[in-house]
């Protein structure tokens, strides 16, 4: 089954602790993204890949780094997480631009 | 700065009448527009696309309009069910992968 999936799907931690969320898609997309959703403000793109070892900000980049070694994989990385990043978390890919972005079933992250 | 704004955050209409939702965008030039649905705590899904250079796109019962002149973009549902009841986004996005999306619009339809 084609599909985006995302772990874990919860998570607490605390303040500083550095945590990875994973995101692996099974299309051979090109194209990664991550989002964070937080009521009030929608859904903001944090970076993105357009392939293997190119990656860019997008419109919330601070405090977050990603990776994207393989084509598959597009981990998302809080080196000192922070209460402010307390949020709904969604992992998306697609073949490539103006084609379908499938999204990811969201992690949810709790910051103390 | 760039701006998305979709009409009120909830519409509330009849089954079996038209939905209408609209995003309106500023300072910004999108090679295309995307419009997803999302349910309560569930990733969005895509629903249509159109690109720059396309007026109308149509899909069963959704049709989605791009007006860049007015930089405006009305998705419609027609004869509208419950099970369309979630809420519906639309992104913009440029050619170099940026994607901004609007708060999103939440619809009920009643029986």
């Known amino acids: 089954e084609a599909q985006v999936t995302q772990n874990p799907r919860y998570l607490i931690t605390v303040t500083g602790k550095k945590l990875t969320v994973t995101c692996s898609q099974n299309m051979n997309h090109e194209y990664m993204s991550w989002y964070r959703q937080d009521p009030g403000l929608g859904l903001r793109q944090i970076y993105y890949?357009?392939?293997?070892?190119?990656?860019d900000k997008g419109d919330v980049p601070e405090g977050y780094k990603v990776s994207r070694k393989e084509k598959r994989n597009f981990p998302l990385i809080l080196e000192s997480p922070s209460p402010n990043q307390t949020s709904l978390y969604f992992c998306?890919?697609?073949?490539?631009?103006?084609?379908?972005?499938?999204f990811g079933p969201g992690t949810r992250l709790l910051v103390l | 700065s760039q701006k998305i704004e979709q009409n009120s955050e909830a519409l509330n209409i009849q089954e079996g009448k038209t939905a209408t939702l609209t995003c309106n965008y500023t300072?910004?030039?999108?090679?295309?527009l995307q419009w997803y649905r999302q349910d309560p705590g569930r990733g969005p899904v895509f629903l249509l696309l159109?690109?720059?250079?396309?007026k109308e796109k149509r899909k069963e019962r959704l049709k989605v309009t791009f007006d860049t002149t007015l930089k405006q973009s009305l998705f419609h549902i027609t004869a509208s069910q419950p099970a369309d009841s979630a809420t519906y986004l639309c992104?913009?996005?440029?050619?170099?992968?940026?994607?901004?999306f609007g708060d999103g619009t939440t619809l009920t339809v009643k029986p």
């Open positions: 998306a890919s697609s073949s490539g631009l103006q084609e379908t972005q499938y």
């Open positions: 300072n910004y030039s999108p090679a295309y």
């Open positions: 890949s357009m392939n293997v070892e190119v990656t």
């Open positions: 992104a913009l996005d440029t050619n170099a992968g940026k994607s901004t």
């Open positions: 159109i690109r720059e250079n396309e």
